[in-house]
């Protein structure tokens, strides 16, 4: 995020020798980004944090594709992913490309008995069932239905669970996740145009520090492989950080929907941004307000982006035979728009009560193996007049 937090104890100026009361010192890591260029934090560890014990097992999780080169729109049961109790073998890879992975995940487990640590890519957990804690070494989070927590490369995280019902959907992104630069101010400040603001958005509160050896297993992921490692210490050992660089949430409750007289156009849902796609937030809102509006979208081409959307709550007037968990992806190349029927009915209506997540990415998707098990192969035909 570009706005700066401090949490726990750190020393007075950056680089200098930080002493612990009974003797010894704290050990500094700056936690940075884009080659000392980009956001960085710098943390306080009770031990050093490059100690490795030893590196275990390691294996493939690329996805498997199934269509490389893809013009077929299609529609997802996003919901027909079974629960899985590990929290890693849960995420499913439905689309992918070289910038990012769009993932479905059912776990019915927490996170606890390992530690996990994305090397690759930003990791965008949208909670559409469940709640619980975020744990990671710059402190906890609580989410709960409707948050989007991010948590940039490199944090080593787990997640505690409520409940065993929970679904997310995640997106993985190979460069770094961004509030949209249009939204700021040249000193990173959300401007008043903003549909959110930075009291909207929550950063870790409670650091929990664990001054232990021993043997601590991180799965690590790197390049599409998961490499087992042992640590000498625990990775929750961090008393104190400053920065811009660590994981928070935003709830899409919270996001507040710009509207017109007539259709307003995709960009206005736009929540977060990278140099490769875009995510968007549509919410409940009113409808356009032009005596002779149509509410519902025009008709339009995905030239240059591939469009998916994550299908949340509510009746999303667009569409026919649509429901919650549902993805549609509408590639680029080929126009679509309001299933027959969609625009005529939303004449006249006032409002609506959607709650989707958009994801459009500069860059075409490849459709997985996973995501053929859970599609409606005839979704491409649902614009035929019958």
Same mark, same amino acid.
């Given at each position: 995020m570009p706005f700066y937090h401090k949490l726990g104890n750190i020393p007075h100026k950056r680089h200098i020798q930080f002493k612990k009361p009974n003797g010894g010192f704290y050990y500094e890591q700056l936690f940075g980004t884009?080659?000392?260029?980009?956001?960085?934090?710098?943390?306080?560890?009770?031990?050093?944090?490059?100690?490795?014990?030893?590196?275990?097992?390691?294996?493939?999780?690329?996805?498997? &594709?199934?269509?490389?080169? #893809? =013009?077929?729109?299609?529609?997802? *049961?996003?919901?027909?992913?079974?629960?899985?109790? /590990?929290?890693?073998?849960?995420?499913?890879?439905?689309?992918? #490309?070289? /910038?990012?992975?769009?993932?479905?995940?059912?776990?019915?487990?927490?996170?606890?008995?390992?530690?996990?640590?994305?090397?690759?890519?930003?990791?965008?957990?949208?909670?559409?069932?469940?709640?619980?804690?975020?744990?990671?070494?710059?402190?906890?989070?609580?989410?709960?239905?409707?948050?989007?927590?991010?948590?940039?490369?490199?944090?080593?995280?787990? &997640?505690? !669970?409520?409940? $065993?019902? #929970?679904?997310?959907? =995640?997106?993985?992104?190979?460069?770094?996740?961004?509030?949209p630069k249009r939204y700021r101010n040249w000193f990173g400040q959300l401007l008043e145009h903003a549909p959110y603001c930075e009291r909207d958005i929550r950063r870790p509160q409670e650091l929990e520090t664990y001054n232990e050896s021993g043997e601590f297993t991180i799965k690590l992921k790197k390049q599409n492989e998961i490499i087992e490692m042992i640590y000498a210490s625990h990775p929750f050992d961090v008393?104190?950080?400053?920065? !811009?660089?660590?994981?928070?949430?935003?709830? &899409?409750?919270?996001? $507040?929907?710009?509207?017109?007289? &007539?259709?307003?156009?995709?960009?206005?849902?736009?929540?977060?941004?990278?140099?490769? !796609?875009?995510?968007?937030?549509?919410?409940?809102?009113?409808? /356009?307000? *032009?005596?002779?509006?149509?509410?519902?979208?025009?008709?339009?081409?995905?030239?240059?982006?591939?469009?998916?959307?994550?299908?949340?709550?509510?009746?999303?007037?667009?569409r026919n035979d649509i429901e919650p968990g549902y993805i549609s992806l509408h590639p680029a190349g080929i126009p679509h728009g309001p299933h027959p029927g969609a625009m005529e009915r939303s004449i006249g209506k006032k409002d609506t009560q959607e709650l989707a997540v958009m994801v459009d990415t500069f860059k075409p998707l490849q459709v997985t193996e996973e995501a053929l098990k859970i599609s409606d192969e005839d979704y491409f035909k649902s614009w035929l007049e019958h």
């Amino acid at each position: 995020m570009p706005f700066y937090h401090k949490l726990g104890n750190i020393p007075h100026k950056r680089h200098i020798q930080f002493k612990k009361p009974n003797g010894g010192f704290y050990y500094e890591q700056l936690f940075g980004t884009i080659g000392f260029d980009g956001m960085s934090t710098n943390a306080y560890h009770e031990q050093r944090p490059t100690q490795v014990k030893s590196i275990q097992k390691q294996y493939s999780i690329a996805p498997k &594709i199934a269509k490389t080169n #893809n =013009i077929q729109s299609y529609k997802l *049961h996003g919901f027909k992913v079974q629960p899985e109790s /590990d929290f890693l073998e849960s995420r499913k890879v439905v689309l992918t #490309n070289s /910038d990012c992975n769009i993932i479905l995940a059912a776990p019915k487990s927490s996170l606890t008995t390992y530690f996990y640590k994305n090397s690759d890519a930003d990791e965008l957990l949208f909670v559409h069932k469940g709640s619980g804690k975020l744990r990671t070494m710059f402190g906890n989070l609580d989410f709960k239905f409707g948050d989007y927590l991010i948590i940039p490369r490199g944090i080593i995280y787990q &997640i505690q !669970f409520d409940t $065993e019902d #929970n679904r997310l959907f =995640i997106v993985e992104s190979y460069s770094p996740i961004y509030t949209p630069k249009r939204y700021r101010n040249w000193f990173g400040q959300l401007l008043e145009h903003a549909p959110y603001c930075e009291r909207d958005i929550r950063r870790p509160q409670e650091l929990e520090t664990y001054n232990e050896s021993g043997e601590f297993t991180i799965k690590l992921k790197k390049q599409n492989e998961i490499i087992e490692m042992i640590y000498a210490s625990h990775p929750f050992d961090v008393i104190g950080y400053d920065g !811009f660089n660590y994981p928070y949430a935003f709830s &899409i409750h919270d996001f $507040e929907p710009i509207t017109g007289r &007539i259709h307003q156009p995709p960009p206005v849902h736009q929540t977060f941004e990278t140099n490769a !796609f875009v995510v968007c937030s549509f919410v409940p809102r009113l409808y /356009d307000y *032009h005596p002779e509006s149509i509410p519902a979208p025009y008709n339009h081409s995905n030239i240059d982006s591939d469009e998916v959307l994550y299908y949340v709550d509510g009746d999303f007037m667009s569409r026919n035979d649509i429901e919650p968990g549902y993805i549609s992806l509408h590639p680029a190349g080929i126009p679509h728009g309001p299933h027959p029927g969609a625009m005529e009915r939303s004449i006249g209506k006032k409002d609506t009560q959607e709650l989707a997540v958009m994801v459009d990415t500069f860059k075409p998707l490849q459709v997985t193996e996973e995501a053929l098990k859970i599609s409606d192969e005839d979704y491409f035909k649902s614009w035929l007049e019958h």
